[in-house]
């Protein structure tokens, strides 16, 4: 788990480094400020991470 969260770190850190920091991997929209204040490693807007959730979920259920 820590290691993930490692992952996370550096993935962030090189993503601020690209200018790539703040926009969502899936659809390439800025992720709100709010959102990165609460997680600063997020790589999902809110509707984009919304969407995954429920994909899961209608997977394993």
């Not at 800025?30 to 609460?38: K, N, S, T, Y």
């Amino acid at each position: 788990r820590e290691r993930k969260l490692i992952k996370k770190i550096d993935t962030t850190l090189e993503n601020l480094q690209n200018d790539d920091y703040g926009y969502c991997d899936a659809c390439g929209v800025e992720i709100g400020v709010q959102r990165l204040e609460v997680r600063p490693t997020a790589t999902l807007c809110i509707d984009c991470k919304t969407l995954s959730e429920i994909k899961e979920r209608q997977e394993l259920g």
